[in-house]
């Protein structure tokens, strides 16, 4: 049995549509992802994280269709495959009204709103959840929302990271660098519920925005919500390296995660800050139950219902290739070029079988069938933390994403099988810790370290540098 004191952190990954990473298991007779559009899914959902004592829900979000195959939309409708998709922001509300500590990790994209409206957005849900949030920051990879939006398609892909360096910055002015700490009196006696010569206009001209004015609203627990973001390319990285407090990866193996992990450990440290500021979970699909031959059978039984067709147009739009062009015995050429998720391109071209050979498109599309394009781990609960404990040990990942292949199934199964047997080991948390969800990560406070890019437009700083 493996010994190890480091706690490993779990968010769940799921999505407001009908199919997220699993294309066809929303025909699985236990499977509820149908039910996305009502309230008590996702309240239900939230209620069994906490009684596992999940780090978050990592909820993803697209603005478009993933029309990239055939370069339409009937296959997108008619598998389900990340279309219909609702807006995320929604659930935030409820889910917190019905837990404590849970935190929500939620994308939005940077690419079709002004950061003016958005920053209000986030700290309305930071003021909600009592510093309960966190903020997935995308540059957006579909043509289709590019295209809706009235323009002809994406930026380019460096030049999305340019824009949304600007973005944050704006963000950052608005929710660290307005209101002073106590800018709020609330004095009944005066009148004055806010001093206006505490409350400074952020003066942002850029390339891409100009926000002359003040943040309209007050401080909130956490001021920035936890930034989150996804990107592994080399610009994406960088990125990261300066905004991102916890980030998510995806690697189908050991070796291929441990140098991802390396690489952001790397780019943090480059960027002035702790090796070890940014929480790095990998993504991972847990198959589990009360023996490993239950399990097993588990994941047959939701093989087959896996849609191949489904699989494919989710995996274009990931790559930004359509793969309907390739024979389904063809692989991916190393010289795909990609405007869309380029990790995912270097992703699937590295991904090979037990034999050493690159995987074919069928092959491609047989592993996203269930659980998307990460680790699948099959096996008992002891099983299951005996190999999550090593992933951790070998790779030095803080945690992992935790796709569905049946939802709330497949959560269900890792708190009642999984979280157990880590807890035994000492590798996760029997109680949460309190605060803001950047002091559960952290345990250093609710607000961003002095070493993250946010600091420096915080109003304390701004004012000092004006004196």
């Known amino acids: 049995m493996s010994e190890n004191k480091r706690e490993i952190l779990f968010n769940a990954f799921d999505m407001n549509c009908v199919v997220h990473q699993s294309p066809g298991l929303w025909r699985h007779p236990q499977d509820k992802a149908a039910d996305y559009k009502t309230i008590g899914y996702w309240t239900h959902l939230a209620k069994v994280l906490e009684e596992g004592k999940f780090d978050g829900l990592f909820l993803a979000d697209v603005l478009g269709t993933y029309d990239v195959f055939n370069g339409n939309n009937e296959s997108p409708l008619r598998t389900g495959a990340q279309a219909p998709v609702n807006d995320p922001f929604m659930l935030v509300s409820a889910m917190a009204a019905v837990t404590e500590n849970l935190g929500f990790g939620v994308t939005a994209g940077t690419a079709y709103e002004h950061p003016y409206p958005f920053a209000r957005r986030l700290a309305t849900l930071d003021h909600l959840t009592n510093g309960r949030v966190g903020w997935n920051v995308v540059t957006g990879y579909l043509p289709s929302a590019a295209r809706n939006m009235g323009q002809d398609d994406q930026m380019e892909h460096d030049e999305r990271y340019n824009h949304a360096d600007e973005y944050l910055e704006v963000v950052y002015k608005l929710l660290e660098g307005s209101w002073e700490e106590d800018a709020v009196q609330a004095d009944k006696a005066s009148g004055i519920y806010t001093d206006p010569a505490k409350v400074h206009p952020i003066e942002h001209e850029g390339k891409y925005f100009k926000v002359p004015g003040i943040a309209i609203t007050e401080p909130s627990t956490q001021r920035t919500p936890v930034i989150y973001q996804a990107g592994a390319s080399s610009r994406g990285m960088k990125f990261a390296a300066e905004n991102a407090e916890a980030v998510f990866v995806t690697s189908p193996t050991r070796e291929m995660l441990k140098a991802t992990v390396t690489k952001i450990r790397d780019a943090a440290q480059a960027a002035g800050r702790d090796r070890h500021d940014i929480k790095i979970f990998a993504m ?27 699989a494919q147009v989710l995996i274009s739009g990931w790559m930004g290739v359509d793969l309907s062009e390739y024979g389904p015995d063809d692989v991916i050429g190393a010289n795909v070029k990609s405007n869309a998720i380029q990790s995912s391109v270097e992703t699937f071209q590295k991904a090979s079988g037990d034999e050493g050979k690159p995987w074919t498109i069928r092959q491609l599309a047989e592993w996203v069938g269930v659980g998307g394009f990460g680790p699948i781990t099959v096996g008992s609960g002891a099983e299951v933390a005996e190999k999550l404990i090593d992933w951790v040990d070998y790779t030095d990942v803080d945690g992992f994403n935790l796709a569905y292949a049946i939802t709330p199934g497949t959560f269900e199964d890792v708190v009642k099988y999984v979280v157990p047997e880590l807890q035994a080991r000492g590798a996760y948390k029997t109680e949460y810790a309190k605060g803001s969800l950047r002091n559960k990560l952290f345990g250093e406070g609710d607000r961003v370290k002095g070493t993250h890019r946010a600091a420096q437009y915080k109003v304390a700083n701004r004012l000092a540098a004006q004196a």
Request: charged fraction near 30%; aromatic fraction near 12%; glycine fraction near 8%.
């Open 284 to 310: 991972q699909t847990i198959i589990t139950g009360e023996d490993s031959a239950a399990a097993q059978a588990k994941f047959e039984d939701y093989k087959s219902y896996a849609d191949i067709e489904g």
